[in-house]
């Protein structure tokens, strides 16, 4: 078949001209052969944008990446031969063969980042939903690592498995069971070689995923309609790859501090005695808790947005008596509004006299089973219909509501083998930026519940703009982490389910869900063991979101169930989450700037780790908070073997006893009251006192641990916690650093950024690994003194607040040891 190529000279614009014969520089490249039209552009010099289709190219349309930065074109440097097209970024480099099509993208090293598999190119078959339906084959390099796709189940690295994203309720999930609740079409490539990539196949269709299971060293990549529109990314670091993705998407908002701390929930709280008597017990435990959930039984009939009177005949006196004692209250709200004509219902009325429902093939707004019996559900790709649902809100936020939890929503829908809508189910697409038409359930089904958490957020928005609001999602599409924090959905009671957590977990970190968590004890299944719990608790404690919920017929799993020892033990864990509480929000907070998450696998910090096949092996089971914190939990909690813990170069800390480790491999035999957790050589953290809730303050001077090392720094954020006065200068930031000399130890205070007060007047440093007692301590001129613990190898010196630059000179007299 005779083929043809052209190029698109104008920067944004589509017009044709013939091809050149010399170098170049245009906005988008478009060649067409054998029936696909393949275009490339670049919206950053390190984003190789690929859009293609079976004929002439389709909408340029995203529920994604906003439609500026798709607009967004960097000059692309082209050049033809007889064989084939470079086009060439400055930071990437693409190679089209002319008469194949086949194409291999470059790094600017020459390093190939992405390339089809050997005698391969992009093609379009049939599906039953569509004319074409894409397919990737890509080669797969041996020392190449796959990591994204959201919270699926299996191994940290996806190489070997295979998965469908399709949104799925997958109650009582598996470590085998795919798809999941969430469809997140983003991988980082990691490669032994230390080269790092990043691939974002933007479709809402059903699509797979194979990482060289059916084809050997293959990588195949299939949707059941649309085009093809995918982002490649290239970074010196996998860091890199995880902003650039975020870049694209967007990064998660600033949460709410409380939404830090410990919550509690349960499926279901059936009446406000029993949520009057929780409340009352984490106080009397002295366990320090900042929210409480609602299931669906404090609804009336399970309606979302009513409240049963006898259940809970004053929510508002509840939320003020929640609020006397430092609690908050969250409810969930689930999109099946019930169908009850002529029964007062106000979302039911009010939606249906608007049009505001998805439609069934005849017309009719679609009718399903779900809680509340039968049910229609609200068309979320219309920005009117996501308008109304924000305001269903106004009551539960006038009442002093503080979060809102949107479940159900991949939608799910009971007595159907699927679990979902009809695929012929219709929406009414009029999103600005994407063409208004009709569209069936099958290229909107995923994306329906990152629409619906929209809708929440911003619905709270209006309704309280200086309040940020918490919305907690389960289902979700790739950029639904603008909107909402996460869980994993509905795990079980069950150690293989504590240790899936920690790569379904890494793994959302990875695809932009920064604030995500597991049900801590497991959701589902017989009762967790007090074992069970006592470590959940232990690991939950250093993850994002940490949130205890159970069924509702499964015995209690509250805190201090099963016996004074576990629940001291439990107790102990959660104020050490309280107490690094300005660790953790400085993370969040930069990661509402840059997309890094809290959570992340120690090859983000360390990708030394992927030199070996074994070495990952290893880390698989560990996981890092923030840079600075390594937990290394036993991968087998039914066994009470010694297992081994690698550590990522020398000079690591004990996070509990603040002493070096000898060397970076260790031997643990596990014990139900440790966890073990490790901070980096080179950390300085930022600790407080403790707090029973978010909502006190704490008492006593903020107390920085250093823990001399190379690179040493750390980082101070604060702001009130609950506003957006931090846009506007009401935030207090601060850089750290301590550098190592022959003699001393200098320990710096950048000038504080921000107007922000703190709520400390005094600061305490405390130095680990210190050699001995110092020859002289210096604040500028001033001289000081010090308290020096030679059986902890500790050094404690107390300052005053530094708002403004200052340097802490230890002259030890002797190197740290």
């Known amino acids: 078949m005779k083929r043809a190529a052209c190029l698109l000279l104008c920067l944004a614009g589509c017009a044709q001209a013939a091809a050149p014969a010399a170098s170049v520089r245009v906005g988008r490249y478009e060649i067409v052969g054998n029936g696909v ?42 050049t033809e031969d007889a064989a084939g ?35 391969t190119s992009l093609s379009f078959g049939r599906s039953p939903l569509a004319a074409a339906a894409p397919t990737l084959r890509l080669a797969m390099p041996d020392d190449a690592h796959y990591f994204g796709l959201g919270d699926k189940a299996g191994p940290l690295d996806r190489r070997g498995q295979s998965f469908a994203l399709w949104n ?33 196949v933007d479709t809402p269709w059903r699509s797979h995923f194979d990482f060289g299971r059916s084809e050997r060293d293959t990588l195949v990549i299939g949707a059941e309609g649309g085009g093809v529109d995918c982002y490649v990314m290239t970074a010196p670091d996998p860091k890199g790859i995880v902003r650039a993705y975020a870049w694209l998407t967007g990064t998660p908002p600033l949460a709410p501090l409380w939404a830090l701390g410990f919550q509690q929930s349960r499926y279901s709280y059936l009446d406000e005695s029993a949520a009057r008597g929780i409340a009352d017990r984490l106080r009397a435990e002295r366990i320090p808790a900042d929210a409480l959930y609602l299931d669906i039984d404090y609804q009336d009939r399970n309606r979302p947005f009513t409240v049963s009177k006898s259940a809970y005949p004053d929510l508002a006196g509840l939320v003020a008596r929640l609020s006397a004692q430092d609690l908050r209250l969250v409810l969930i709200t689930d999109p099946h509004i019930a169908r009850a004509p002529d029964q007062g219902y106000a979302p039911y009325d009010s939606g249906l006299a608007q049009g505001y429902f998805v439609r069934g093939a005849d017309g009719r707004p679609l009718v399903a089973e779900v809680w509340p019996g039968p049910a229609v559900f609200p068309d979320f790709t219309r920005p009117d219909v996501r308008s109304w649902w924000g305001g269903l809100y106004t009551d539960f936020v006038r009442a002093g509501v503080a979060g809102f939890w949107n479940d159900m929503n991949e939608p799910a829908i009971f007595q159907r083998r699927d679990k979902t809508m009809p695929l012929d189910a219709v929406h009414r697409i009029a999103e600005p930026g994407l063409a208004a038409r009709d569209a069936g359930h099958a290229e909107v089904h995923n994306v329906y519940g990152m629409l619906n958490s929209r809708a929440t957020y911003e619905g709270l928005l209006k309704l309280s703009p200086a309040q940020r609001p918490f919305v907690l999602t389960r289902a979700s599409y790739a950029g639904g982490q603008k909107y909402a924090a996460t869980w994993t959905g509905d795990n079980s009671s069950s150690w293989s ?14 695809s932009g869900f920064s604030l995500a968590g597991a049900d801590i004890g497991g959701f589902a299944g017989s009762a967790a063991s007090p074992d069970l719990l006592t470590r959940w608790i232990q690991v939950g404690a250093f993850t994002p979101l940490f949130r205890d919920h159970a069924a509702k017929e499964k015995p209690a799993q509250e805190p201090w169930v099963d016996g004074e020892a576990h629940t001291a033990i439990r107790r102990r864990y959660i104020e050490e989450r309280y107490r690094l509480l300005p660790y953790l929000y400085a993370l969040e907070e930069e990661s509402s700037r840059s997309g890094l998450p809290l959570m992340r696998p120690v090859f983000l910090e360390f990708p030394s780790v992927l030199a070996s096949g074994e070495s990952l092996y290893f880390s698989q089971d560990q996981f890092m908070l923030g840079p600075d914190l390594l937990v290394a939990p036993p991968p087998d909690g039914e066994s009470a073997g010694a297992y081994r813990i690698r550590l990522p170069g020398e000079g690591w800390y004990d996070y509990w006893t603040g002493q070096r ?6 031997v643990e035999t596990p014990r139900i009251d440790r966890l073990p957790v490790f901070v980096r050589p080179g950390t300085m953290l930022p600790r407080q006192g403790l707090v029973q809730s978010t909502r006190q303050r704490p008492q006593g001077p903020l107390q920085i641990d250093v823990y001399p090392g190379p690179d040493c720094g750390g980082q101070l954020y604060l702001d009130d916690g609950e506003s957006f006065a931090y846009r506007n200068g009401d935030y207090l930031r601060q850089a750290l650093h301590c550098r190592i000399g022959p003699q001393a ?12 007060r703190p709520w400390w007047t005094d600061i305490t440093v405390i130095v680990h690994g210190q050699a001995g007692q110092p020859a002289r301590i210096r604040l ?6 010090g308290d020096y613990d030679a059986a902890q190898g500790t050094l404690r010196i107390a300052l005053p607040d530094l708002p403004a630059a200052a340097s802490l000179r230890i002259e030890t007299g002797a190197t740290q040891r």
Request: proline content about 5%; glycine content about 8%.
């Open 37 to 78: 039209t393949l275009q490339l552009s670049a919206p950053r010099a390190d984003i190789l944008r690929i859009r293609a289709a079976a004929g002439a190219l389709g909408e340029d349309a995203s529920w994604a990446v906003a439609a500026g930065i798709r607009a967004t074109t960097q000059p692309l440097s082209v």
């Open 85 to 119: 097209i470079t086009l060439d970024t400055g930071q990437l480099r693409a190679r089209i063969d002319r008469h194949s099509l086949h194409l291999r993208i470059e790094d600017a090293a020459g390093r190939v980042v992405f390339e089809d598999a050997p005698g």
């Open 168 to 200: 799925t309720d997958a109650g009582d999930f598996t470590p085998t069971t795919d798809p999941l609740y969430k469809s997140i079409p983003f991988l980082l490539v990691a490669r032994e070689s230390g080269s790092s990539a990043g691939l974002f």
């Open 497 to 510: 389910h504590l240790r899936q957590s920690v790569p379904q977990l890494v793994n959302l970190s990875l």
């Open 661 to 666: 480790v000898s060397g970076a491999r260790l």
């Open 745 to 756: 130890l200098a320990i710096d205070f950048d000038a504080r950024e921000g107007r922000h």
């Open 780 to 785: 500028g001129t001033r001289t000081l003194a």
